[in-house]
């Protein structure tokens, strides 16, 4: 009889977890079928996910995108474009323009009709948008590309191909079906193992127990999903999308999952012997605990219909604490008293101290060289040819305004297309930079020019970019009455920091780190400093740079260079010039910019306008700097693409090393990546 009750449980068991799966895939098909597969609800909730800020604005930089592949020249007001195509896309007069396109295209999505179900396309809602801007302003039109195709209703970045709108309605049925069918499995196995007379409270008890184990499985499924809705990257398109989705959505599953908890407990409490459906309502013996139940019951209601996800999160991070409470108690409980489990104490903490000094400590900095590199062949500033040339005998590729980067958020007027650590990356030697003292403000990622040096800086932005325009730029940043927060502290700015800034701290620990990834290169910061040396030096050194940092002796007319060579060799292979003030006899280091170097003009409005005459540096300054950019930056991108080509680029640089008698040095440029920098610099030095 043993191995038929062993058999007859084992079939119990197998009946009763499929009834419960059953209950919990049809729970989720449920929910699904309500909340995203209803055309108008679905259509409800991209709106709401439209609106989300994360959202908003990282489909307002897609948008941003689209319009500077059109019209490259508007790069000068990106964080304006951004801003404003950031604020359509979130904006509540949008609303119903979203859900009376989106709702009838989700219809022929999910009927498997339209031309193009495999995407839902934002340049269906926008094509709406775009009619009525460009009826208002007709000058609009010219900016606005016709295929703004974004993708808006994008739930965790999947797509809908024809394999999903083939087997969608499929989702309907098991809606139906497996809840129904899994109350089947669970009652039937119930009735099967209770004795006589007491069927019904054993099918009561395994719908209970059933339901029980679904509610739990769902749990466990919208703990996961929602565990990693938490961690998608929001700095995405994607991650944004999944978050709030999951935000919009997530009441859904948990109201769901709590509805089966509670079927699955009164199941089971019904079920017992003591236990009638009437016990549930009775009242407690003692008045006290009538009102605790009742005060319990209704705050755990109440908190889970208003914020289940918090509430579960509570429970968990409180369970957390306890068993890491309990841990640590348990564990000093047995070292007092078993004096072998002291001893093995003893060890662990002594190891443990002694991986934090040998880890953590700060030691003496070994600095990383290319003498190995170099002996494997890999070159300098990659060519072999260049390890035998003193330093003022090569041609290094440079930016201008290096910091000013297209593609980091809140630059007006930028002038180069990505960050400092891109420009590394692709070839780029030699950084001009401009230093200037901020401070946080009360308006999110701007940051105000310091006080002290503000007229300076309003001034010097007013001659570079006009008045009106740096008005304009001010009054769209609303940065006119800003609040300042914090200290001053040192920025990567071109004059104004309102108009787009760096901490610099930040960039020069990224010089470092990619100095140390990078040991056969030599690199240049030329800084104009309105930080003065004191505060360079300190930023310089907290960044790790000093130990990367050359030292010539002697007077810059006659002080001999190293090779790139002996640079890369020693590790002493960042140069740090300085356009206003050297570093004096305290920080030697920090060379007086134009003591060493000498350039040519650099306010050029016209390529006709081009000047080799000398400008900054005395004439037997060693190195030479060659300016080469228009200042007009209404047309940045396209005048970069014409001054940089080869033809003009080459031919001007040579004519300057043959009116100043002297090799260049730097040649800098604005949006290095337009034009042939690189096959330039390689021509002068010889290489091609």
Not at 62 to 87: F, G, K, N, W, Y
Not at 102 to 119: H, K, M, S, T, W
Not at 277 to 293: F, K, M, T, W, Y
Request: a negative charge.
């Amino acid at each position: 009889m043993a191995p038929s009750h062993s058999v007859t449980r084992a079939w119990h068991g197998v009946v009763i977890g499929l009834g419960a799966l059953l209950i919990l895939v049809g729970t989720l098909a449920g929910v699904v079928n309500r909340e995203v597969l209803d055309a108008d609800r679905f259509a409800a909730h991209v709106d709401t996910v439209r609106t989300d800020p994360d959202v908003s604005r990282e489909l307002g930089a897609v948008i941003t995108e689209r319009l500077l592949e059109q019209q490259p020249d508007l790069v000068a007001l990106r964080p304006l474009v951004e801003s404003t195509a950031t604020d359509l896309v979130a904006s509540p007069a949008v609303s119903p323009l979203v859900r009376s396109v989106v709702a009838p295209l989700y219809r022929a999505l999910v009927l498997g009709q339209g031309e193009d179900p495999l995407v839902l396309r934002l340049a269906d809602v926008a094509a709406v948008v775009i009619g009525v801007v460009t009826e208002v302003s007709p000058q609009a039109r010219a900016t606005v590309p016709p295929d703004l195709d974004v993708r808006l209703s994008e739930l965790g970045g999947a797509h809908y191909d024809t394999t999903v709108v083939s087997h969608v309605h499929w989702v309907a049925w098991i809606a139906r079906l497996c809840p129904l069918l899994g109350l089947l499995l669970l009652g039937v196995g119930g009735v099967l193992l209770a004795p006589r007379g007491a069927r019904v409270r054993g099918l009561l008890r395994e719908v209970g127990r059933g339901a029980l184990v679904a509610g739990l499985g769902l749990a466990l499924v919208v703990l996961t999903v929602a565990f990693l809705a938490r961690r998608a990257d929001r700095s995405t398109l994607d991650g944004a999308l999944a978050h709030a989705a999951w935000a919009e959505l997530s009441s859904s599953f948990w109201l769901a999952t709590a509805l089966v908890v509670t079927v699955g407990a009164v199941g089971v409490l019904v079920s017992r012997e003591d236990a009638d459906l009437r016990s549930l309502l009775r009242p407690a013996h003692e008045p006290l605990e009538a009102v605790g139940r009742a005060i319990v019951l209704g705050v755990a209601g109440l908190a889970l219909l208003a914020d289940p996800m918090a509430v579960l999160t509570a429970l968990l991070e409180i369970a957390g604490l306890g068993l890491l409470v309990w841990g640590v108690v348990a564990l000093v409980v047995t070292i007092v008293r078993t004096p072998r489990a002291r001893t093995w104490a003893v060890v662990s903490v002594g190891v443990l101290v002694a991986g934090w000094i040998v880890l953590v400590l700060p030691t003496s900095q070994q600095l990383p060289t290319g003498r190995a590199a170099l002996a494997a062949g890999e070159g300098c500033n990659g060519h072999v040819e260049l390890c035998s040339r003193r330093y003022d005998e090569v041609v290094f590729p440079a930016t201008h305004n290096s910091m000013s980067a297209a593609d980091i958020k809140g630059w007006f007027f930028p002038e180069q297309p990505d960050g400092i650590v891109a420009q590394l990356d692709h070839g780029i030697r030699v950084l001009l930079v401009d230093s200037w003292y901020g401070q946080r403000t009360d308006r999110p990622g701007v940051v105000a020019t310091a006080e002290e040096s503000r007229a300076k800086a309003i001034a010097e932005a007013r001659d570079t970019y006009g008045a009106a325009t740096v008005d304009s730029a001010l009054r769209l940043q609303q940065a006119f009455g800003l609040a300042p927060r914090g200290r001053v502290q040192p920025y990567l700015c071109h004059a104004m920091c309102e108009l787009g800034s760096t901490p610099w701290l930040d960039s020069l620990r990224d010089t470092r780190t990619w100095l140390e990834q990078h040991p056969t290169e030599v690199v240049t910061l030329f800084v104009q400093d309105e930080v003065s040396p004191a505060d360079t030096a300190d930023l310089i050194e907290k960044a790790g740079l000093l130990p990367y940092v050359y030292t010539p002796s002697g007077d810059p007319a006659t002080a001999p260079w190293p090779t790139l060579g002996q640079m890369i060799d020693s590790g002493k292979r960042l140069v740090v010039l300085m356009e206003k003030r050297g570093g004096g006899e305290e920080w030697p280091w920090l060379l007086q910019g134009f003591r060493w170097v000498q350039d040519t003009p650099y306010l050029f409005r016209s390529p006709a306008e081009f000047s080799c005459d000398r400008n900054r540096g005395p004439a037997d300054a060693p190195l030479f700097l060659v300016n080469h950019w228009i200042s007009d930056k209404r047309a940045t991108v396209s005048n970069a693409a014409k001054v940089n080509a080869r033809g003009v680029l080459l031919r001007r640089v040579e004519q300057c090393e043959r009116e100043r008698d002297r090799p260049a040095n730097f040649v800098a440029v604005d949006y290095y990546d337009q034009g042939d920098l690189m096959s330039v610099v390689d021509t002068l030095n010889g290489l091609d």
